[in-house]
């Protein structure tokens, strides 16, 4: 399954890295940047993150929040977090249940077995809780500023 434009973004409760919960309604009104991502403490999911998070200013000037989401727990992100400088919270999706409501959760074939994991995607969701972008199989490098320019045409 696959979201699409159009669709209404599935709402989520998730403990962040302070195991405070952060709904997707508490951001009713914004626009939301959700990033999913495989793993924290990787080179190529730090560099993504990291990216996201030093345009935090630049997002909010465009009305919107970036909430980054993977299967790592809440401890995990806080070392994370606490290691790279992030300030964009980080959810723990521990039972990968938004993962599979947002079509991240996929198989992929790794050294001839089937394995499932966190496809790197990025939905950007609208005032009123619609998906405008959804963006499977990303590429990291860049990826914040093509979002950042997304979000801009929005406006036009």
């Keep these: 399954m696959r979201l699409e434009i159009g669709d209404p973004a599935p709402q989520f409760a998730l403990p962040d890295a302070d195991l405070e ?8 009104g914004k626009r939301v940047v959700l990033i999913f ?25 465009l009305g919107a929040v970036v909430l980054g989401i993977n299967r790592d727990d809440s401890q995990k992100h806080q070392l994370f977090r606490e290691k790279e400088g992030i300030g964009m919270p980080l959810l723990s999706d521990s039972d990968g249940t938004v993962c ?46 093509e979002v950042l320019k997304l979000i801009k045409e929005l406006d036009t």
């Design 100 to 145: 599979e409501k947002y079509g991240v959760w996929q198989a992929k074939e790794v050294d001839g077995q089937e394995k499932y994991g966190i496809v790197r995607s990025t939905f950007i969701i609208d005032r009123q809780g619609v998906i405008r972008q959804a963006l499977y199989n990303v590429n990291y490098k860049g990826h914040a500023a």
């Design 37 to 61: 991502y495989p793993k924290d403490c990787t080179p190529c999911c730090t560099k993504q993150v990291t990216d996201f998070s030093d345009h935090d200013a630049d997002f909010a000037r």
């Design 21 to 28: 919960t952060v709904r997707l309604s508490d951001y009713a």
